[in-house]
């Protein structure tokens, strides 16, 4: 319901917001053209795309006002800059572009404004008990007290736990103050007295007869009954229910969906590294010919890495290091004061300028432009043993940049819990990316992921 609520406000604030811009620009002297009205339509239509494109919808993401606001501007501002750059080329595009550029900058205001002082709003209802979903669980009484628990101390919470049902229990009891009972009759009397339409089934695995009781015997309600999976400390992606020739299947462990999906993602990975290729040359040009009169040896560095699934690739690095400064077969990670990086390697590892030939596995299909940093291979093998669930980082193509290396983890990982956390960020971004993400990575990269005191 949220969600609808979100979606006709910034409809509403979009088109009110043309609105305004026009007035400003076009005053009561100049009516816009029927050409005007035609690109205030593909805007809209634009707009609506790109909000569909950039998830700012998600049923996951709706309830955290800070990423679904920010996936709004996103989306708002790339349909804009679109629409601006197809209208220049027809009449009058300096009074259109200036009536673009306030609807612009308007609806993001009115966006802001208005997304905002609704999550307050919503916000408010929940910590004062309006508009929570009522829930039943059937789980073991301590799970049941756990969840609670999170709930109470989530004061806007969507959900609020009403009733727990556990066969185990000897007698029917209070769990965290809520009515926990041990009888299927007495549990589905309470779940439709209480007007309850959330019933969850939490780690169901050994309980296929008592789930197919409660599904026989709310046959006739309309209660929405789920299973929960219990996965306690476990840094896992977030299931979810998929097709598999036919069946429902949960998820746990899967790469991430494919398809047309990640259209979007290949098709930007190839536009932006041919333009960066292209912007870049002179500058890696020099770069090039800086390496080759610095010291012997070869411009380019190149090492097995491993990408999607598991497939190893050769990836591109200008040198940094004296020719031969590894022993064949031995990696050793790079660290302060490193007397194998040459002066020049050591400028171009701290501005990051030795990872631009990678643009050129990007344009290959072997790497994206935002994406969990890929290892040496060798590296690959002595974490997997010691960081849970590292492997998972390479379900998806591995990137120039990432969410992790613009949150501080960049360069050097001398201790394995660096590593664990770097393994967070990344398992953070893969199941939560979009295109916007994308987007976002990237401009906090240009801003402060160039320069790093841990890369040396």
């Known amino acids: 319901m949220f969600s609808l609520v979100l979606q006709v406000a910034d409809l509403l604030m979009i088109v009110a917001s043309a609105s305004i811009a026009q007035s400003l620009v076009y005053g009561d002297a100049t009516a816009p053209s029927h050409i005007d009205d035609l690109f205030g339509l593909l805007a809209l239509v634009l707009a609506l795309l790109a909000f569909r494109l950039f998830g700012v919808y998600r049923s996951r993401d709706i309830g955290n006002a800070v990423r679904s606001t920010s996936r709004a501007l996103c989306s708002w501002l790339a349909a804009q800059l679109a629409i601006g750059l197809i209208s220049s080329a027809y009449p009058n595009a300096h009074l259109r572009g200036n009536w673009i550029a306030s609807w612009t900058v308007v609806a993001a205001g009115l966006i802001l404004m208005t997304r905002y002082s609704l999550y307050a709003a919503l916000r408010a209802l929940r910590s004062r008990g309006y508009g929570r979903i009522p829930v039943a669980i059937v789980a073991p009484a301590e799970e049941g007290h756990e969840l609670a628990t999170r709930l109470e101390s989530k004061h806007d919470a969507a959900f609020s736990l009403e009733l727990i049902f556990d066969t185990a229990l000897d007698r029917d009891t209070l769990v965290a103050d809520i009515p926990a009972v041990r009888q299927l009759e007495s549990f589905t009397q309470l779940v439709r007295a ?45 299931p979810a229910i998929v097709d598999c020739l036919g069946m429902p299947v949960l998820n746990v462990v899967a790469a991430p969906a494919r398809g047309l999906r990640t259209l979007p993602k290949a098709v930007f990975d190839r536009l932006f ?28 560095f190149r090492q097995y890495r491993k990408g999607m699934n598991g497939e190893v690739f050769s990836i591109y690095k200008f040198r940094t290091m004296y020719q031969g400064a590894d022993r064949p077969g031995e990696i050793t990670q790079a660290s302060r004061n490193d007397t194998r990086i040459t002066r020049i390697g050591r400028f171009l590892r701290r501005s990051s300028l030795d990872e631009l030939p990678q643009f050129i596995n990007v344009l290959k299909g072997d790497m994206s432009v935002v994406g969990p940093r890929p290892h040496a291979v060798e590296h690959d093998e002595y974490y997997k043993n010691l960081v849970q669930h590292y492997m998972y980082r390479y379900r998806i193509k591995p990137g120039i940049t990432g969410w992790a290396q613009v949150n501080g983890y960049r360069g050097e990982t001398e201790r394995v819990e660096k590593m664990a956390a770097r393994v967070r960020f990344d398992i953070h971004y893969i199941q939560h990316w979009t295109l916007g993400f994308d987007l976002k990575i990237i401009g906090m990269t240009l801003v402060r992921g160039f320069v790093g005191s841990n890369a040396y």
């Open 194 to 238: 209480h007007r309850i339409s959330e019933l969850w089934i939490v780690d169901a695995r050994d309980e296929r007869r008592c789930i197919e009781r409660i599904v026989e015997a709310f046959r006739d309600d309309f209660v929405n009954i789920r299973i929960v999976p219990a996965l306690k400390g476990h840094l896992l992606p977030e």
């Open 273 to 300: 590294a041919l333009g960066a290729l292209i912007a870049l040359a002179p500058l890696m040009t020099a770069i090039a010919v800086t390496v080759k009169c610095s010291s012997p040896g070869p411009v380019f």
